[in-house]
């Protein structure tokens, strides 16, 4: 079932797999479209459990990926950096090494100077201006790492720090990303609303009953940000795509 909520279009699927093939396919066609127009594309790519469906189900498309080049949107500050949880490796393990692209762009967390990694990452973004974004929601309504108490409609950066709100922490041993919430990293990096915002085409993979919540502030809550997750509702090109419980406190 497909529903227009302003700028939104909402997709809801039955079982989270089901929603993951939706989402590869609708991706897989706007990548074919936009590189039938130009030899390269930009892409974003969120990591995180939400999205393991959908990434899975990409990688089987016949998607030309030495015609990619290609980012993610956040990574833990001082995490170790083999660390299975770090969004780096996690994309790394279930998309960036399983195809061939062009480049591939890491935000460093352990970089000596995180401001100036703030600035690199932002210079190579505006430099290679986003077509694609493929982002998630957190159970605190963020986008990126953006959540509630940093969360910036007008940010003038591209790429910052910021502190995690208690949400967001638990949320990482709720996903089963970290055993205890002492191991959680505190900080990281991450892409700004604006940066997300600036993607040509959005597209959104929302599963699970923990994302309930989230998920009906993003379609009915103000356009503020103390619901990050709501400035997708003002995009032109967005799509969220959700399962059976993600959706559940949705009407019809």
């Known amino acids: 079932m497909s529903v227009e909520n302003k ?18 396919d609708a991706v897989a066609d706007r990548m074919g479209e936009l590189l039938s127009e130009k030899d390269t594309i930009n892409m974003i790519f969120a990591a995180a459990p939400s999205q393991n469906e959908f990434l899975a189900h990409l990688l089987r498309k016949p998607i030309p990926w030495e015609r990619i080049r290609a980012f993610h949107m956040d990574e833990y500050v001082a995490l170790p950096a083999e660390a299975p949880q770090g969004f780096g490796n996690f994309l790394k393990e279930r998309l960036f090494d399983k ?63 910021v502190n995690l709100d208690a949400a967001c922490l ?18 990281a990096l991450t892409l700004t609303i604006p940066a997300l915002m600036r993607g ?18 993003t379609l009915h809550a103000a356009i503020d940000p103390l619901y990050p997750s709501a400035i997708l509702r003002s995009h032109a090109n967005a799509v969220l795509f959700l399962d059976e419980e993600s959706s559940v406190l949705l009407n019809g």
């Open 200 to 217: 040509k085409y959005l597209y959104c993979m929302v599963p699970a009953a923990s994302k309930a919540r989230a998920v009906y502030n």
């Open 7 to 24: 700028g939104l279009i909402v997709k809801r699927y039955t079982t989270r797999d089901a929603m993951g093939v939706a989402a590869a």
């Open 99 to 161: 195809a061939p692209f062009q480049s591939v762009h890491y935000l460093n967390g352990n970089a000596d100077d995180l401001a100036a990694e703030c600035d690199r990452y932002a210079a190579l973004l505006a430099a290679h201006a986003p077509d694609i974004v493929c982002l998630g929601i957190g159970e605190n309504g963020h986008i990126a790492f953006n959540d509630p108490h940093v969360a910036d409609f007008n940010d003038p950066r591209l790429v910052k720090v």
């Open 170 to 187: 638990q949320q990482q041993v709720n996903d089963g990303c970290f055993a205890v919430l002492e191991a959680v990293p505190r900080r």
